[in-house]
């Protein structure tokens, strides 16, 4: 994301409207792989009720360090 669009909300809104999509779809729990050094990401996803699990073996992203989990 650029410099000048970071701090409008826009990636919390992209995130509300997937969970969103995620509950029509009868979902019942949210899955994400992220990096730590992609830390404001990891905040956010924190600060959206996403818990940090243990990284499941096999999961397949050779960046990924953090595994979160949200129930919805």
Not at 4 to 18: D, M, N, Q, V, Y
């Amino acid at each position: 994301m650029a410099e000048s669009e970071r701090g409008r909300g826009i990636a919390r809104r992209l995130t509300e409207r997937a969970l969103e999509l995620a509950r029509a779809a009868g979902a019942t729990r949210v899955r994400l792989y992220s990096s730590s050094k992609l830390a404001g990401a990891v905040r956010l996803y924190e600060s959206m009720g996403f818990s940090h699990q243990p990284m499941p073996g096999g999961a397949g992203y050779a960046t990924a360090d953090v595994y979160m989990e949200l129930e919805l």
